[in-house]
């Protein structure tokens, strides 16, 4: 089973930061992975695949990238609709897994 | 445009089957490479990935929770059943279902999930 580590657990961020977290995976998976953003009480949203890929929709303040084992997801210029959970999932090997999620707060 | 809705019940014992349908529109089962996938997130806790059923009937389950499940088709009606034998209290989650494709293998959920609590 592939293994997705997402760092940093948690981050306190301001509207108009930029941020960026990271998902590490236990071996190489080109790039098979898929980000989601999800707030409290709501299902996730799909934000990105193929690493990179925004879904219809996303703005372009989202921006993914990397390949391999490793993978940042970027956010520039932050909106109170940001906040909330970030998990990445690979699509790489079955079983498909998820990260822990990034939780990013208001500052 | 796509949509999907879990329905079933939101109470179950310990030692009792869960059943959830997940009933979609927008898509067809039948269309190479699409997928209903099945993914929980229990109270405060990261999503697991559970399960896929493919347009070829194909089915993937996650290994640890093999013999315990089963995800089903009815293609006539646009839905897809899930499952689940032996329910625990570790169980409890809110149940997604959601939309699959082959490729990126991504699961886009577009409904909101449904509560299950397993308890006596």
């Known amino acids: 089973e592939i293994q997705l580590t997402q760092s940093p657990f948690s981050l306190s961020a301001s509207v108009g930061d930029r941020v960026t977290m990271t998902c590490r995976a236990s071996?190489?998976?080109?790039?098979?992975l898929n980000w989601y953003h999800q707030e409290p009480g709501k299902p996730p949203k799909l934000l990105m695949t193929a690493a990179h890929r925004l879904q219809d929709g996303v703005p372009s303040r989202f921006s993914g990238s990397g390949s391999g084992k490793d993978f940042t997801l970027t956010i520039n210029s932050l909106q109170p609709e940001d906040f909330g959970i970030y998990f990445c999932?690979?699509?790489?090997?079955?079983?498909?897994?998820f990260g822990q999620g990034t939780k990013l707060e208001i500052e | 445009q796509i949509t999907l809705k879990e329905s079933g019940p939101t109470l179950v014992k310990p030692t009792e089957t869960l059943s959830l349908t997940c009933t979609f529109s927008g898509f067809s089962l039948t269309t190479s490479g699409v997928g209903v996938g099945w993914i929980r997130q229990p109270p405060g806790k990261p999503l697991e990935y559970l399960g896929v059923?493919?347009?070829?009937?194909?089915?993937q389950y996650r290994p640890s929770l093999r013999g315990r499940l089963a995800i089903t088709q009815d293609v006539s009606k646009n839905q897809v059943v899930f499952t689940m034998t032996n329910m625990d209290p570790v169980d409890t989650a809110t149940y997604f279902c959601?939309?699959?494709?082959?490729?990126?293998?991504?699961?886009?959920?577009r409904g909101q999930g449904t509560q299950v609590t397993v308890s006596s």
């Open positions: 059923i493919y347009w070829n009937y194909n089915t």
């Open positions: 999932q690979q699509g790489y090997g079955v079983p498909f897994t």
């Open positions: 959601a939309y699959h494709i082959t490729g990126p293998y991504y699961f886009d959920c």
């Open positions: 071996q190489a998976i080109g790039t098979n």
